[in-house]
């Protein structure tokens, strides 16, 4: 039995489908010149942050693709000294990215200020302190124009962005990637968010745009998996790309031993999930194929 609180979110599917989360009473609405932000609480989903009706991130499944986005790909590399955040202006990701000691420093380049500014003061579980920590610096301006002009080089990239259509599109594209690597530095790792495999662009599948546009650039491309409830309800698949193809067949052996060396507490990242997560199902191993 469903119930609706009103103000309830809609994300559309494609034609036939929707994602709809219920929204209980109303904490903050603010109209961006990028976009309508909203907090709200849900039964179950604790607070949620919304954009122009879809939603972003709440604090009960939050860590489920922080997480795996960041921790993953360090405890992969396993000397990640800086990162670059494009989006994620909630701050999960940086909070993740802090968490390890060895980052000594994290850029978040955010479009939005209000983002950050609404996070922080409604729901600041999910950034924590990262906003705070002097190893962090956040600069408000267009992700792509920023890595267009950066001279500065980074050991992980992770794009935390929305979705392939609309503003988050340049994105995806091949131009914003090639200047991603120009900004990575050797045996780097870039990340992405690709949303789930049922996802078009264009007349294609988004795996599959993805990781031909990626294997221009990289020796070592493909996905790792997450299911995050709030996202389409099934599984999530981050890009991976590096030109070091043993970062992604780290046996599980050294990931446990960088986990527990860390000392970094996590509500679902282990080691065990590191390692099934590139556990792929055939029918993105087929559009890869096609890439």
Not at 92 to 118: F, S
Not at 163 to 192: H, M, Q, S, W
Not at 218 to 231: C, E, Q
Request: glycine content about 8%; hydrophobic content about 40%.
């Amino acid at each position: 039995m469903s119930k609706s609180y009103g103000g309830d979110l809609h994300e559309e599917i494609n034609d036939y489908g929707e994602l709809l989360v219920y929204a209980g009473p109303l904490i903050a609405e603010e109209q961006t010149p990028f976009q309508k932000l909203t907090v709200f609480e849900n039964p179950i989903l604790g607070k949620v942050l919304g954009s122009d009706g879809i939603s972003q991130t709440s604090e009960a499944d939050e860590a489920i693709y922080h997480e795996m986005m960041a921790h993953v790909p360090i405890f992969a590399h396993g000397d990640v000294k800086s990162v670059l955040v494009i989006g994620g202006g909630d701050g999960g990701i940086l909070r993740c990215v802090l968490d390890h000691k060895t980052v000594t420093r994290a850029v978040l380049v955010e479009i939005d200020e209000a983002v950050p500014r609404l996070v922080q003061q409604y729901i600041p579980t999910i950034c924590g302190n990262a906003f705070k920590d002097t190893r962090s610096e956040v600069i408000i301006t267009d992700g792509f124009k920023y890595i267009q002009e950066s001279t500065e080089k980074f050991d992980l990239i992770i794009v935390d962005s929305t979705d392939a259509y609309g503003p988050g599109r340049v994105l995806f594209e091949d131009e914003f990637l090639t200047f991603a690597k120009a900004c990575l530095n050797p045996g780097g790792i870039f990340v992405n968010q690709n949303a789930t495999d049922f996802v078009h662009y264009g007349k294609e599948m988004l795996v599959t745009t993805i990781a031909r546009s990626l294997r221009k650039h990289y020796a070592d491309v493909s996905f790792f998996r997450t299911a995050v409830p709030l996202y389409w309800g099934g599984d999530s698949f981050l890009g991976w790309a590096t030109n070091n193809k043993e970062l992604r067949q780290q046996p599980l052996a050294t990931i446990a031993q960088r986990y527990s060396a860390s000392g970094i507490v996590t509500k679902y990242y282990n080691p065990e999930m590191h390692i099934a997560s590139f556990a792929l199902p055939n029918s993105v191993r087929a559009m890869m194929t096609k890439a």
